[in-house]
């Protein structure tokens, strides 16, 4: 029977720059050398209530709806060369149980922690564990509201933050993710 295992070679370039994402199942010890590359996955973290975008003060939060934005994202990681795995939870445990999961499944993480922004020591924590790069984003400008909202958890384990352009700030960044992963 075939085993997948690690790679020894140097090999082509392909395989070197794949080699980085390879999945736990290629870290088997036995076996010959089967290089099958991971996509390179960006995982996009939506907090509470943004499953009502659309409908949820739209002076605020715009007319977009989440499945709108996912389309957007999907779209635009592609062509940076990334795949997007977009969700959505109203429960802090399952949104840390994702990041947690990402240190092993995502190239990068990109997270609106909504409402938990401004509350989650679990959320920070949590990030913190990531040794990717993540990207806050937020719709709207988080500074040019309520004081209770000036104050982020999220951005102290954030490489960088988006905050104040609607959608187009979850697109902007998977441009700074692909900055930072690929130079670009
Ligand atoms: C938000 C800003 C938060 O303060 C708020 O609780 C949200 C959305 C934004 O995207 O602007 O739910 O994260």
Same mark, same amino acid.
Not at 96 to 114: P, T, Y
């Given at each position: 029977m075939l085993r997948p295992s690690v790679a020894q070679d140097s090999g082509p370039a392909l395989h070197r720059e794949s080699r980085r994402y390879m999945s736990?199942?290629?870290?088997?010890?036995?076996?010959? &050398?089967?290089?099958?590359? &991971?996509?390179?996955?960006?995982?996009?973290?939506?907090?509470?209530?943004?499953?009502?975008?659309?409908?949820?003060?739209?002076e605020i939060y715009g007319r977009e709806t989440l499945a709108d934005l996912e389309a957007a994202c999907r779209a635009h990681a592609a062509s940076r060369g990334f795949e997007v795995d977009f969700r959505q939870s109203?429960?802090? =445990?399952?949104?840390? =149980?994702?990041?947690?999961?990402?240190?092993? $499944?995502?190239?990068?993480?990109?997270?609106?922690?909504?409402a938990y922004t401004h509350t989650s020591v679990g959320i920070l924590d949590a990030l913190s564990l990531l040794e990717v790069p993540v990207i806050e984003v937020h719709l709207s400008n988080i500074h040019r509201r309520e004081a209770f909202r000036h104050?982020? *958890?999220? $951005?102290?384990?954030? &490489?960088?933050?988006?905050?104040?352009?609607?959608?187009?700030? *979850?697109?902007l960044a998977i441009d700074a993710v692909a900055g930072l992963l690929d130079g670009k």
């Open positions: 736990v199942a290629q870290r088997q010890t036995e076996g010959p &050398t089967i290089p099958v590359p &991971t996509p390179r996955v960006i995982l996009v973290l939506n907090g509470p209530n943004l499953n009502m975008l659309g409908v949820r003060q739209p109203n429960h802090e =445990g399952e949104l840390i =149980g994702w990041i947690q999961a990402a240190r092993s $499944s995502a190239a990068a993480v990109v997270i609106n922690a909504a104050h982020s *958890y999220v $951005s102290l384990a954030a &490489t960088g933050s988006i905050v104040g352009l609607g959608g187009r700030g *979850y697109l």
